[in-house]
């Protein structure tokens, strides 16, 4: 199976790098292209795939066909791709705010056809992506795939509609969780710690955190009230962030992101 990758940015290099790091896809079954000698070259270096500047021939060659390019692309680079797809191939689109109907329009309305949202932690084999699907999809193909999707982390289907939700939610929210990271960091490096170590704690309280939640199943708020001792330091922390408006900034950066890509 050939899978293709038009547009070789940030997304396709973490899933990229995440399918292979988990053995599921061989380099030799990978082909991609991009614009720029440069990103030729060096995702050629980093991970031994076939590069090319010719869309076309990705188009040509892949089973199955990821749209890695910029939704503003979209009109520039579809309608060049369009006479050279296989009939039987499956094209997977990544990008925000591109509708089934919008793709299906650019290319053609009997394509087998995944949109879906996937995020940079793929990189690491801890992606999450939500997919949907066209009518042409059949079940057995879909299942193929949602498991090239869990190759570099959680996957799960959804209706469209919610995927500017899952944009908000994962696709984008790892950008806020750094914001966040840093800014602890910044809290610990105020009071005395070394700017390295400070990371290092930030992103293990993170991530432990998240773990916790995912292992135990708990709701946050019971877990939050595990760390939050009577009259102790963690509850001098949470009232700050309650008056900050913490929690009402986190729902709006979502409820941003989700606007933004239902009107793209
Ligand atoms: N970044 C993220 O966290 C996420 C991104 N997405 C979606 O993924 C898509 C890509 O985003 P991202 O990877 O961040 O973007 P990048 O800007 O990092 O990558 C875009 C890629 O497209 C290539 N490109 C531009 N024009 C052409 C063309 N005419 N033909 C072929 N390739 C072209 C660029 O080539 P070159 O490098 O040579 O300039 C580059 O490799 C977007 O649609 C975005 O919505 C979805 C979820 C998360
Ligand atoms: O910022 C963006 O538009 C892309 C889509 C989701 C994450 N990054």
Excluded: W
Excluded at 59 to 70: C, G, W
Excluded at 90 to 95: F, K, N
Excluded at 183 to 198: E, F, H, S, T, Y
Aim: hydrophobic letters at 45%; glycine letters at 10%; a negative charge.
């Amino acid at each position: 199976m050939k899978i293709g990758f038009i547009g070789l940015g940030n997304m396709a290099k973490a899933m990229i790098g995440g399918m292979l790091s988990k053995e599921i896809v061989r380099k030799e079954d990978i082909i991609g292209s991009a614009k720029t000698e440069h990103t030729l070259d060096q995702v050629n270096q980093m991970y031994g795939i076939m590069t090319t500047s010719d869309n076309q021939l990705v188009a040509k060659e892949a089973d199955i066909l990821f749209l890695a390019i910029k939704p503003q692309f979209f009109g520039e680079v579809l309608p060049e791709i369009r006479g050279v797809l296989r009939k039987e191939a499956l094209i997977v689109s990544i990008a925000a705010g591109k509708t089934i109907a919008d793709i299906e329009g650019l290319l053609s309305a009997d394509i087998k056809l995944v949109r879906c949202m996937p995020n940079t932690p793929a990189l690491v084999g801890e992606g999450c992506t939500g997919a949907c699907r066209n009518g042409h999809v059949s079940d057995e193909e879909m299942e193929v795939c949602m498991k090239l999707l869990r190759s570099f982390g959680v996957a799960e289907e959804v209706p469209e509609r919610l995927i500017n939700a899952v944009a908000g939610v994962s696709g984008c929210s790892p950008a806020y969780v750094f914001q966040f990271l840093e800014a602890l960091a910044d809290g610990a490096v105020l009071a005395g710690m070394p700017r390295k170590q400070a990371y290092t704690f930030a992103a293990q309280a993170v991530l432990g955190s998240a773990k916790l939640m995912l292992e135990t199943g708990k709701h946050p708020g019971e877990l939050k009230d595990m760390v939050t001792s009577p009259a102790g330091t963690t509850i001098e922390g949470v009232r700050v962030l309650e008056e900050k408006g913490f929690r009402g900034a986190v729902i709006d950066a979502v409820k941003a992101s989700v606007e933004k890509s239902e009107n793209m």
